[in-house]
């Protein structure tokens, strides 16, 4: 997930870094899985792994908050959940306020993890009429005239913007004024904000083009070293295979002349 203009006092002045921050939900999340198990205790090699972080960096992480296990026993799960969870500001009612209620908007209206999260969709916002009074997620959707008097009125501070891209700015703008101080922006395109707003980005293109390039690494990777084998599993280095065969390239790693490999780098 991509960041934007980022400005958090709070954390900063208890000397929290950025990084170890991002990290934190990962940590609740295995955290809460953990608890719902019943598990009392765990590792810090057992949490790490369950978040998919290094042993070393989560307990560097963990000495910021002033956690640092019992040797010999681990941490306390639900003293952790409840650490990190106060961290995070998830011991209060956040509302939210989501603005474009299209497919996405939409979906996230629907999705069922805001409440167990400690957020609040307090309402759903749109600037097609025809959706005005509809009920998505069993909550209706309002027009944008309404937005100031929405945000003001629900005491927000946090807004989603799930619109098309000409209009997020806009809104942004509109949020903004009406004292939105943190956005998570899902519309395609770059929001400018004055100092203090915090702006979160998540474009799914963004990611997928990523998984794209290591994809064609990965490909790549295939043709200039590795051959296939012909039942689908792990492709084997060429040197492997001669390596395996006492020097000697197999007929599968030669050319119609015989002396050619099959398999030539790009």
């Not at 963004?206 to 084998?229: D, N, W, Y």
Request: proline share 7%.
């Amino acid at each position: 997930m991509a960041t934007g203009r980022s400005h958090r006092p709070a954390t900063r002045s208890r000397g929290i870094p950025e990084a170890t921050v991002a990290r934190l939900p990962l940590y609740l999340r295995a955290l809460t899985a953990l608890s719902e198990r019943s598990v009392p205790t765990v590792s810090s090699e057992e949490l790490a792994a369950a978040a998919g972080v290094n042993s070393a960096k989560l307990r560097k992480d963990f000495s910021y908050l002033g956690s640092y296990g019992t040797r010999g026993v681990g941490y306390d799960v639900e003293y952790l959940v409840y650490q990190i969870s106060r961290e995070l500001g998830l011991t209060q009612d956040w509302p939210v306020v989501i603005v474009g209620i299209g497919n996405l908007g939409a979906a996230l209206a629907n999705y069922g993890g805001f409440a167990s999260r400690g957020f609040r969709v307090a309402a759903l916002i749109d600037a097609d009429p025809a959706m005005a009074g509809k009920p998505v997620a069993g909550i209706p959707v309002q027009h944008t005239d309404q937005l100031e008097e929405i945000v003001r009125g629900e005491g927000v501070s946090i807004g989603v913007i799930a619109t098309p891209a000409g209009a997020a700015q806009q809104v942004c703008d509109r949020l903004v004024a009406a004292g939105v101080t943190s956005i998570l922006n899902f519309a395609p395109t770059v929001l400018s904000v004055p100092d203090g707003v915090d702006v979160r980005k998540v474009d799914l293109s963004i990611e997928l083009q990523i998984l794209a390039f290591h994809e064609q690494r990965k490909a790549g990777e295939v043709a200039a070293g590795t051959v296939v084998p012909p039942d689908g599993s792990r492709p084997e280095p060429v040197a492997a295979r001669r390596a395996s065969a006492g020097g000697q390239e197999s007929a599968a790693d030669q050319g119609p002349d015989g002396d050619v490999p099959a398999v030539m780098p790009t």
